[in-house]
Nanobody, 121 residues
């Protein structure tokens, strides 16, 4: 079992930046590949980014590639999502997730409660 708690969401103007954090507790954090997902009102949850257990591999949705960066600090049991050049269409609840499988866009077993990101135009 692993518990995940996101933080860092908020209101930002278009073109601005935010950094989301996800603190994990429970099982050894470095055992897990981690991912970020988001869900906008009226839409299905979608994959944003993923990172392997050691940070050696990262994956991004096309919609955020070049603007968002996922990273992790295993000593701090934390995964981050640096979001730059934010657009109104990035507005959503952002969730972090963990899996014991390889980093990918599906198949996550543990989820946080989410943090709201709102980008104003």
């Amino acid at each position: 079992q692993v518990q995940l708690v996101e933080s860092g969401g908020g209101l930002v103007q278009a073109g601005g930046s935010l950094r989301l954090s996800c603190l994990a507790s429970g099982r050894t954090f470095s055992s897990f590949a981690m991912g970020w997902f988001r869900q906008a009102p009226g839409k299905e949850r979608e994959f944003v980014a993923a990172i392997s257990w050691n940070g050696g591999s990262t994956y991004y949705a096309d919609s955020v590639k070049g603007r968002f960066t996922i990273s992790r600090d295993n000593a701090k049991n934390t995964v981050y999502l640096q979001m730059n050049s934010l657009k109104p269409e990035d507005t959503a609840v952002y969730y972090c997730a963990a899996t014991l499988r390889r980093a990918t866009s599906v198949g996550y077993d543990y989820w946080g409660q989410g943090t709201q990101v709102t980008v104003s135009s």
